[in-house]
């Protein structure tokens, strides 16, 4: 999701100099090999403080970018069933 709204050229979102995630699992793999190919900076959080700071953002990042998708999702969904008439 992340790099397809990044590379979006209608969308106004650039790519962040520094990306700040706590240390769970999710943030290896393949959201790292994305940011690292676009030269972000990855900083991982060490006290609880920053830890919590870090997961409000990713849960407050994932509402809008999920609820963007299913909208664009919902509406694709509701054009296919309509007949255009010329």
Not at 7 to 19: A, K, M, R, S
Not at 21 to 26: G, I, K, N, V, Y
Not at 50 to 55: K, V
Request: glycine share 4%; with cysteine; hydrophobic share 35%.
């Amino acid at each position: 999701a992340l790099k397809e709204k990044y590379d979006d050229p209608e969308c106004l979102l650039v790519w962040p100099e520094t990306f700040l995630t706590d240390r769970r699992l999710e943030f290896r793999g393949d959201c790292e090999k994305l940011m690292r190919e676009h030269d972000v900076k990855i900083q991982k959080a060490f006290t609880k403080d920053t830890m919590g700071i870090t997961e409000k953002y990713n849960g407050d990042l994932t509402r809008k970018l999920f609820r963007s998708q299913d909208a664009s999702n919902l509406l694709t969904l509701h054009l296919n069933k309509i007949s255009w008439v010329w």
